[in-house]
């Protein structure tokens, strides 16, 4: 009896022993490796690092060794998360800021009120409730003869503008030429009856010789409705597309009219960012703070997948005001699953394209009021004054010269397209006073020869002519069309970062590698560029502890 009691004791000092004699090798081992660092963030963080081993292998060992009496599990409470059950007007504010097109303020202030035309069984006000969402951001209408996925309305008071004040809807319709007629319902404050008109005009934002000319494909439109001459006074609140006129609509859009004391310069664009997989974020960093000395005032991204790292950075920069991200979809039955979306659009390239005029017109049309200039630029891509040394700059001697060719604004002013690929610095090595992980710095040699005028160019448009926007050039224009003028290349190019030429220039591209220049106008930025974007990579964690 003795001798097993023995044993019990002294297997236990034996298991004690074992234990505190690991606790003493994960101590050693980190001891070691702060002492191989010179670096004082890396032994601070060490040390918070060396009490947390050590408290969880102590945690853990005290799970292991002691149950709670039964008794005090009868009266021991949980910790869960009490704080975060929020008001019914809190979340409202929430689902506005989530869902930016649905009028949640006006159906808030109205929805306990009798709101109808003529009677309570026609164009009653929808409830939000009520409303047939898809894909989150967009709101539908069935119709006889097609369905239509409705993005976002705004709200028309150019001057160029011949049909007056109006309404202007962005969505995709799944037909070609729709013949179905339909009916804006418009709500107004103060008014309980809604104001119906016809719709005027379903405005194709494509040109069919560019392929998915089919029925049953989702199409982008912008569809406009007159607003009355009683009612050219008043902002419609919100508006519905309906088929027939006492029909209790299925959408309901708050009807955007963005008009500052005062305009800005410029704004930036840019496509639905689809980047789950590629870490692009030090050069997004570098690309956000050039375009910044540049004369961008905002840089409006819309999202579709995108990797963490680009999201930090997304996030940061919308945190000082410098940019604003709008979360995006793809309408209808086209995939969103994160993943399968990129495989959809890497494949289905016409319907890529098509699916981006969505969140380039939307761009323009709640950045009307707003900017003199709006361009429409990728993540690689930069307008580069060659004379100048900003786009304010740039502008006005710009403008000097088209106004002296004809005495009118353009629609916009184009820069020709010159490629800067990834393989030309191959051959020139790296340049040891630029930091290597600056894409652009390091990049100056390009090719000697530009594409062709009007082939790949990127704008300057002018949101007071434009009516709507395509990646290189306006489709459709306010006034005397769409007229653009042609920068001199002395003046501006679009500098392209590409690995490789696009496909289309297949065989124009051996000749772009074998002729090829030094082209260093961007390292007049690079004291500031370098600062700027070393500041943003430490502050955001992605150096190092120095």
Known sequence: MVAS???????????????WAAILLCLSQLLITLWRSDRPMAMKSGNINTRMILQNMIDFHTARTTTPPYESLLTVEPWVDKLSVQSEQLIMDQVQKRLPNLPVTY???????????????????????????????????QTSNGSFHLYSAYYDVRKLSRIGPAVRILGMINRIEPTVKTHCQFWFDDHRQPVIVKIMEYKYIWYKKWGNYKQGIFQPYLIACQIPKSHHHAVPASVSLVENVCD???????????????????????????????????????WIELLHILGADKIFFYQLQVHPNISKVLNYYESVGRVHVTPLTLPGGQPNVPGFQHLYLTKKVNHKRQNELIPYNDCLYRNLYSYDYIALLDIDEVIMPIRTRTWKELMETVMVKALAIRNETRASYNVRNVYFLDDLIHTHGWFKTMPKYMHMLQHVYRSKNYTKPNQYVKCFHNPE???????????????????????????????????DCV?????????????????????????????????TLSSLGFFPAI
């Not at 290189?472 to 224009?477: D, G, I, R, T």
Request: glycine share 2%; proline share 2%; charged share 25%.
């Open 107 to 141: 159906w808030n202030q109205n929805k306990n009120k009798a709101m109808y035309y003529k009677n309570e069984s026609c164009a009653k006000f929808p409830s939000i409730y009520e409303l047939e969402f898809n894909n989150v951001y967009w709101q539908s209408l």
């Open 248 to 286: 209790k609509a299925t959408n309901n859009l708050r009807v955007v009219y963005n008009r500052p004391a005062e305009k800005k310069g410029f704004a930036v664009c840019v496509k639905g960012l689809d980047f789950l997989y590629e870490d692009l974020s030090v050069r997004l960093v570098e």
């Open 5 to 19: 009691i023995r044993i019990g004791v002294l297997r236990h000092m034996l298991y004690r022993l074992i234990f």
């Open 465 to 499: 002519r434009a009516l709507t926007l395509h990646n290189h050039f306006p489709l459709a224009c306010l006034s005397q069309g769409c007229t653009s003028y042609a920068m001199d290349t002395a003046d501006a190019h679009l500098q392209h970062y590409r690995a």
């Open 503 to 535: 496909k289309t220039l297949k065989k124009t591209c051996t000749e772009f590698r074998q002729n090829s220049v030094i082209d260093t106008t961007i390292w007049r930025y690079k004291r500031d560029l370098i600062s700027k974007v070393s500041n």
